[in-house]
Nanobody, 123 residues
Framework: QVRLVESGGGLVQPGGSLRLSCAAS????????MGWYRQAPGNQRELVAT???????YYADSVKGRFSVSRDVAKNTLYLQMNSLKPEDTAVYLC?????????????????WGQGTQVTVSS
């Protein structure tokens, strides 16, 4: 079993910054892609940013130039630096990881989600 725990959310004024972290622990051989998603009340879950094991990144158009995703492979930790925050960034931010695990027949990639951390941008 693998556990993803997000932290770093909170209340911030428009134009402010926050840094989210997501720590993965458990039975992990390696972590392939990791990413951040967000879900606001009444909205569908949307992709914010992803990063591959090789460090390639992808950002949703709505956050390009303001958010930066990174990871510490040795610590199995994902980060999201959020700058110039806007009220429309308010949502629960969830961490996702594709984790390579050992099984009885070899190794397989499994998908895991964290519980989420609330980010509220308001004056």
């Amino acid at each position: 079993q693998v556990r993803l725990v997000e932290s770093g959310g909170g209340l911030v004024q428009p134009g402010g910054s926050l840094r989210l972290s997501c720590a993965a622990s458990g039975s992990i051989l390696s972590i392939n892609g990791m990413g951040w998603y967000r879900q606001a009340p009444g909205n569908q879950r949307e992709l914010v940013a992803t990063i591959t094991s090789g460090g390639s990144t992808y950002y949703a158009d709505s956050v390009k130039g303001r958010f930066s995703v990174s990871r510490d492979v040795a610590k199995n930790t994902l980060y999201l630096q959020m700058n110039s925050l806007k009220p429309e960034d308010t949502a629960v931010y969830l961490c996702h990881a594709d984790v390579q695990q050992r099984t009885a027949w070899g190794t397989t990639s499994f998908s895991y989600w964290g519980q989420g951390t609330q980010v509220t941008v308001s004056s």
